[in-house]
């Protein structure tokens, strides 16, 4: 089964702190993803990695940005906090475009005060 | 942009009663997904369904796809209570991205 976890479930951070979420799946996919999640707006895509070294941004990459040194590992990096920014973020993967499923990791619930 | 949108925003059935999701979207598209996210969880894959199929079945899952009408309905029979949970549906063009809906969250009473 392909697992896809997160280093955090739970963070509390501060307005303007460095923020870094990571993700890791054990698949050799090549495609990794990160999306927000927020009520009534369904899940949101950031950025996405279809290979190391390569991102692109999504639909809201504006305060995000994002690192892919390892295929297995796919960082989300908020520079600079803010309150706005409190969400619940989850990581995907998937090993081909257009006739596979996503895989999402157990999600990080962040809190910026 | 092609954007998946489930109805009803919120579903409340009795255990045992069938629960019907349904999802429109705008474009044309590869496939369509279902996924379902337990509360503060992660989404988990629930069934595909390509442009050129009409209906899949899996386990209590009917999925059925119109294409003419661009929408998708979720059927859940039977429901339980560990079906509680919401229910999303993603929609995929060609060597595109998914594209998610707002979801519909779904109450399976005891």
């Known amino acids: 089964d392909v697992k896809v976890t997160q280093s955090s479930r739970y963070l509390v951070k501060r307005t303007g702190e460095k923020v870094f979420l990571e993700c890791v799946q054990d698949?050799?996919?090549?495609?990794m993803f990160w999306y927000r999640q927020d009520p009534g707006l369904g899940l949101r895509l950031i950025y996405f990695?279809?290979?190391?070294?390569?991102?692109e941004k999504g639909d809201i990459p504006e305060g995000y940005s994002v690192s892919r040194e390892k295929k297995e590992r796919f960082s989300l990096i908020l520079e600079s906090a803010s309150t706005n920014q409190t969400s619940m973020y989850l990581c995907?993967?998937?090993?081909?475009?257009?006739?596979?499923?996503?895989?999402f990791g157990p999600g990080t619930r962040l809190t910026v005060l | 942009s092609q954007q998946g949108e489930e109805d009803p925003q919120a579903l409340s059935i009795q255990e045992g009663e069938n629960a019907t999701m349904n999802c429109s979207y705008k474009?044309?598209?590869?496939?369509l997904q279902w996924y379902r996210q337990n509360s503060g969880r992660g989404l988990v894959h629930l069934i595909l369904i390509r442009s050129n199929e009409r209906e899949k079945h899996s386990g209590r899952l009917r999925v059925t796809l119109d294409t003419s009408k661009k929408s998708s309905s979720l059927l859940i029979t039977a429901s339980r209570a560990a079906d509680t949970a919401s229910y999303f549906c993603a929609t995929e063009n060609y060597g595109q991205n998914f594209v998610f809906g707002p979801g519909t969250r779904l109450s399976v009473l005891p």
């Open positions: 995907a993967s998937r090993l081909l475009l257009g006739t596979d499923t996503q895989y």
């Open positions: 474009t044309s598209i590869n496939n």
């Open positions: 698949m050799d996919h090549e495609n």
């Open positions: 990695s279809y290979d190391v070294k390569m991102k």
